[in-house]
């Protein structure tokens, strides 16, 4: 019983490396297969024309020195640890939040209706409450942008619902 | 040659390239002083912007930006204990003691002499190293690039930022982000989701602008409760006449080591500086004041940090193999611009060539005298909330990336990129690696195809190359060079050589 005690006391921190090891190595295998079961998606080319290297041959190779190296990784992380991570504050998903919310807006209204909305969005989320520079922010300088791209490099941006009312 | 030099040189007397050069200093000290910015993203962002302008002026913009940025995150490091850029983070281990305690002007000074010191030199080699080597490039193969450019992906393992091993895997996924879209050799379609827009591949400038400046801004999101205490400074004093006696053999070294660094490929001027610094105390007689303010770490760091912007230019001129980070956006550009870098470059535009040398020098004179002058005003661009400044970064990141294809799809690859990276450096992952592999991935592909052609797929015929086969032992050391350099580290931190005891 008491070997069994010292057993499990000598065990415990090597369960607890291994409980944070496995993380990043899944994450890691599982991008691995879903990419090589991608490549059997590819075309195959007559051996005539492809002279020894078919187009899923290089991807393969790749996956094969990640995994090597994702073994390798293993190793590492059972013996050498990573640092705890802290947790995420509410501001990292609130930016998050406010990424998805760009690209939807960017997507159905307009780019810059969008750009108003994530700078507005992030200065009232990072502690910002005055209420002129947030507005500077976020409508003279897409505004500022807009122009300087139309009328300088002549670059036409997507249409939506306010730049729309500039090209009509 | 000659002549294309000179007519490169001219170039520089024309008062608009003069202007943006100086324009682009002010930007570059900007940017590097601002932490979270830096060359690399600043850079990647700038980089859409110029691909309406001539290739001189778009190239002496990026390039310009890169030497004064590094520069100037001495600027925080030394007055916040915030490096704007990572290869100022050996400059705070004695620039900001030096602050506290009231040497704020002198630290400051010696990092802008040092700067500029390390940055010319760095130039003068690199206007003489990077045409030999382009002309040696000229005995290169497919075999030979290709080894060439295993090499370069080699080192990424001994990049500062997260652990060989970790680096390699991303490196590694890179160069696998590069096989997105159709095989050049087969035309077959790779990993495109039947999506057009991905047929010519991935872009690298939205997953450079993605992984460096929108993760950054998440990991900005992450700090919001950081206070930064500022140290008030008169003024920038030049260094004294006993300074310059304590530091002349420091700031030599440095230039020497920091090029060196710089010229390996995907190494730069993080890792110049840290070995810079190391070599400073290592060397010095007063090694007990290092860590509290020892002007000689100052000194070291950040003359290593800028020569290696000129050693860095050399293989991505010479060769189109990336010195560092940034130097790879910088090749993005070239490649923008039809700009294929090699022997055929210097051979065929040699005045592009020298005009980039000259703009390099100029932009290591005009840094000078604007760090002399205005360091303590560029050091307040830091009051700028954060809650205003990343908000810009956004628009100009959306929009740089937009404006380069007109395709919003570069936007969603980007912003994908932003939270992937993010993910990447929680994860104790670099997210330069990635950006190097994309950029070398077509490179090593096509070489390494082209190469089994030619061997009739008998891959044992690369070791009858023998410029090929200095390239993989050097691969070899590369790979290796993590574990000797942490054994040296030990080594070091153990005590090193007693004060007193004369070197062997």
Redesign the interface.
């Given at each position: 019983m008491g070997s069994t005690a010292t057993g499990e006391a000598r065990l415990a921190p090597l369960r607890e490396r291994l409980r944070h090891a496995w993380q990043v190595p899944l994450a890691v295998l599982l991008f691995c297969a879903y990419v090589a079961y991608l490549t059997t998606t590819f075309e195959r080319v007559p051996k005539a024309l492809v002279q020894g290297v078919q187009p899923a041959d290089f991807p393969l190779l790749l996956i094969g020195v990640i995994l090597l190296l994702t073994a390798v990784l293993v190793w590492q992380l059972i013996h050498n640890p990573d640092p705890p991570r802290s947790r995420l504050p509410a501001t990292f998903f609130v930016t998050v939040g406010l990424f998805l919310a760009f690209a939807g807006i960017a997507a159905w209204v307009d780019l810059f209706a969008g750009f108003a909305v994530f700078a507005v969005g992030l200065s009232l989320a990072w502690g910002e409450r005055r209420l002129v520079p947030i507005l500077a922010i976020a409508v003279v300088l897409p505004l500022a942008i807009f122009l300087l791209f139309d009328l300088v490099l002549e670059i036409r941006f997507p249409r939506g619902v306010l730049t729309s009312l500039y090209y009509d | 040659m000659l002549e294309g030099a000179l007519a490169g040189l001219a170039a520089l007397l024309d008062p608009k390239l003069l202007a943006l050069i100086f324009a682009a200093t002010i930007g570059g000290v900007i940017i590097g002083a601002l932490p979270g910015l830096g060359a690399t993203t600043g850079a990647a962002i700038l980089l859409p912007?110029t691909v309406?302008m001539e290739p001189i002026p778009a190239i002496a913009l990026l390039a310009t930006i890169y030497c004064a940025a590094t520069y100037a995150g001495a600027i925080t490091a030394i007055l916040i204990n915030t490096p704007g850029t990572t290869a100022a983070a050996a400059t705070c281990i004695d620039g900001y003691p030096l602050a506290q305690r009231g040497e704020a002007g002198r630290a400051l000074g010696m990092a802008t002499v040092s700067s500029t010191m390390g940055g010319m030199f760095s130039v003068l080699v690199l206007a003489v190293a990077a045409p030999a080597l382009a002309q040696l490039a000229y005995k290169f193969g497919p075999p030979e690039y290709f080894a060439l450019a295993l090499f370069g992906l080699s080192m990424l393992a001994s990049i500062s930022s997260g652990?060989a091993?970790?680096n390699?895997?991303a490196g590694?996924?890179g160069?696998?982000l590069a096989?997105v879209g159709m095989?050049l050799?087969?035309g077959?379609?790779?990993?495109t989701f039947g999506m057009p827009e991905l047929t010519e591949g991935i872009h690298f400038i939205p997953v450079l602008i993605g992984m460096f400046a929108?993760s950054e801004?998440?990991v900005q999101?992450?700090r919001?409760?950081m206070i930064m205490e500022r140290i008030a400074m008169k003024a920038v004093q030049l260094p004294s006449r006993a300074d310059y006696l304590r530091t002349w053999k420091t700031i030599l070294r440095s230039c020497g080591i920091g090029t060196f660094i710089g010229v390996l490929p995907a190494e730069g001027a993080t890792v110049a500086s840290m070995i810079g610094y190391n070599e400073a105390k290592r060397w010095s007689k007063n090694k007990a004041e290092f860590g509290k303010g020892a002007i000689e770490g100052v000194a070291g760091a950040e003359a290593a940090n800028n020569a290696a912007t000129g050693g860095a230019m050399v293989p991505t001129l010479a060769l189109g193999i990336p010195g560092s980070a940034t130097t790879a956006v910088i090749l993005g550009g070239l490649l923008v611009h039809g700009l294929r870098p090699g022997p055929h470059l210097f051979n065929e535009q040699p005045e592009f060539v020298f005009a980039i040398f000259g703009t390099m020098f100029v932009a290591n004179v005009m840094f000078f005298g604007l760090g002399l002058m205005g360091a303590k005003l560029f050091a307040r661009v830091t009051l700028i909330?954060?809650?205003?400044l990343?908000?810009?970064v956004?628009?100009?990141a959306?929009?740089g990336t937009?404006?380069l294809d007109?395709s919003?799809m570069d936007?969603?690859i980007m912003?994908g990129c932003?939270?992937l990276g993010f993910v990447m450096r929680?994860?104790?992952f670099s997210v330069v690696p990635v950006a190097i592999g994309l950029i070398l991935g077509e490179l090593v592909?096509t070489t390494?195809?082209q190469s089994?052609?030619m061997f009739d797929?008998n891959a044992w015929l690369f070791f009858t190359r023998p410029i090929a086969d200095i390239f993989f032992l050097l691969t070899v050391a590369g790979l290796c060079a993590p574990l000797i350099m942490d054994r040296l580290a030990r080594r070091w931190r153990s005590g090193g050589p007693e004060e007193g005891q004369g070197r062997s």
């Amino acid at each position: 019983m008491g070997s069994t005690a010292t057993g499990e006391a000598r065990l415990a921190p090597l369960r607890e490396r291994l409980r944070h090891a496995w993380q990043v190595p899944l994450a890691v295998l599982l991008f691995c297969a879903y990419v090589a079961y991608l490549t059997t998606t590819f075309e195959r080319v007559p051996k005539a024309l492809v002279q020894g290297v078919q187009p899923a041959d290089f991807p393969l190779l790749l996956i094969g020195v990640i995994l090597l190296l994702t073994a390798v990784l293993v190793w590492q992380l059972i013996h050498n640890p990573d640092p705890p991570r802290s947790r995420l504050p509410a501001t990292f998903f609130v930016t998050v939040g406010l990424f998805l919310a760009f690209a939807g807006i960017a997507a159905w209204v307009d780019l810059f209706a969008g750009f108003a909305v994530f700078a507005v969005g992030l200065s009232l989320a990072w502690g910002e409450r005055r209420l002129v520079p947030i507005l500077a922010i976020a409508v003279v300088l897409p505004l500022a942008i807009f122009l300087l791209f139309d009328l300088v490099l002549e670059i036409r941006f997507p249409r939506g619902v306010l730049t729309s009312l500039y090209y009509d | 040659m000659l002549e294309g030099a000179l007519a490169g040189l001219a170039a520089l007397l024309d008062p608009k390239l003069l202007a943006l050069i100086f324009a682009a200093t002010i930007g570059g000290v900007i940017i590097g002083a601002l932490p979270g910015l830096g060359a690399t993203t600043g850079a990647a962002i700038l980089l859409p912007f110029t691909v309406t302008m001539e290739p001189i002026p778009a190239i002496a913009l990026l390039a310009t930006i890169y030497c004064a940025a590094t520069y100037a995150g001495a600027i925080t490091a030394i007055l916040i204990n915030t490096p704007g850029t990572t290869a100022a983070a050996a400059t705070c281990i004695d620039g900001y003691p030096l602050a506290q305690r009231g040497e704020a002007g002198r630290a400051l000074g010696m990092a802008t002499v040092s700067s500029t010191m390390g940055g010319m030199f760095s130039v003068l080699v690199l206007a003489v190293a990077a045409p030999a080597l382009a002309q040696l490039a000229y005995k290169f193969g497919p075999p030979e690039y290709f080894a060439l450019a295993l090499f370069g992906l080699s080192m990424l393992a001994s990049i500062s930022s997260g652990g060989a091993i970790k680096n390699l895997i991303a490196g590694t996924f890179g160069v696998l982000l590069a096989t997105v879209g159709m095989d050049l050799m087969t035309g077959v379609e790779r990993f495109t989701f039947g999506m057009p827009e991905l047929t010519e591949g991935i872009h690298f400038i939205p997953v450079l602008i993605g992984m460096f400046a929108l993760s950054e801004l998440l990991v900005q999101s992450t700090r919001m409760n950081m206070i930064m205490e500022r140290i008030a400074m008169k003024a920038v004093q030049l260094p004294s006449r006993a300074d310059y006696l304590r530091t002349w053999k420091t700031i030599l070294r440095s230039c020497g080591i920091g090029t060196f660094i710089g010229v390996l490929p995907a190494e730069g001027a993080t890792v110049a500086s840290m070995i810079g610094y190391n070599e400073a105390k290592r060397w010095s007689k007063n090694k007990a004041e290092f860590g509290k303010g020892a002007i000689e770490g100052v000194a070291g760091a950040e003359a290593a940090n800028n020569a290696a912007t000129g050693g860095a230019m050399v293989p991505t001129l010479a060769l189109g193999i990336p010195g560092s980070a940034t130097t790879a956006v910088i090749l993005g550009g070239l490649l923008v611009h039809g700009l294929r870098p090699g022997p055929h470059l210097f051979n065929e535009q040699p005045e592009f060539v020298f005009a980039i040398f000259g703009t390099m020098f100029v932009a290591n004179v005009m840094f000078f005298g604007l760090g002399l002058m205005g360091a303590k005003l560029f050091a307040r661009v830091t009051l700028i909330p954060n809650a205003f400044l990343w908000p810009m970064v956004f628009m100009l990141a959306v929009v740089g990336t937009y404006a380069l294809d007109q395709s919003i799809m570069d936007v969603w690859i980007m912003l994908g990129c932003g939270v992937l990276g993010f993910v990447m450096r929680r994860f104790g992952f670099s997210v330069v690696p990635v950006a190097i592999g994309l950029i070398l991935g077509e490179l090593v592909e096509t070489t390494f195809k082209q190469s089994m052609v030619m061997f009739d797929n008998n891959a044992w015929l690369f070791f009858t190359r023998p410029i090929a086969d200095i390239f993989f032992l050097l691969t070899v050391a590369g790979l290796c060079a993590p574990l000797i350099m942490d054994r040296l580290a030990r080594r070091w931190r153990s005590g090193g050589p007693e004060e007193g005891q004369g070197r062997s």
